[in-house]
């Protein structure tokens, strides 16, 4: 069975950290390309982070720095590290597993930000 499950979610407050990961099931990392999207409530869905199969990795600009992405072949898990995290880093946010013909998506993980 294919599918991606994210924890680690929760409540943190500004300048704080939390480490995301999400579980994948029949997925092979050295061909697909693992992302990290949020989406905040009114906005679209936006890429925070993402890991090619030869793990070369992309950031936004707005968490460049602050956020690290990662994976562990041998546990299948991949990671979002966050850092100095802001009110605006508030949002769902969800992994991707993506290659040509096969784009998966988990259910997500609530990311609040807020003292």
């Known amino acids: 069975q294919v599918q991606l499950v994210e924890s680690g979610g929760g409540l943190v407050q500004p300048g704080g950290s939390l480490r995301l990961s999400c579980a994948a099931s029949g997925i092979l990392f050295s061909i697909n390309r693992m992302s990290w999207y949020r989406q905040a409530p009114g906005k679209q869905r936006e890429l925070v982070a993402s890991?090619?199969?030869?793990?070369?990795?992309t950031y936004p600009d707005s968490v460049k720095g602050r956020f690290t992405i990662s994976t562990d072949s041998a546990k299948n898990t991949v990671y979002l590290q966050m850092n100095t995290l802001k009110a605006e880093d508030t949002a769902v946010y969800y992994c991707?597993?993506?290659?040509?013909?096969?784009?998966?998506w988990g259910q997500g993980t609530q990311v609040t930000v807020s003292s």
């Open positions: 991707n597993s993506y290659r040509v013909g096969r784009d998966i």
């Open positions: 890991i090619g199969p030869g793990g070369r990795t």
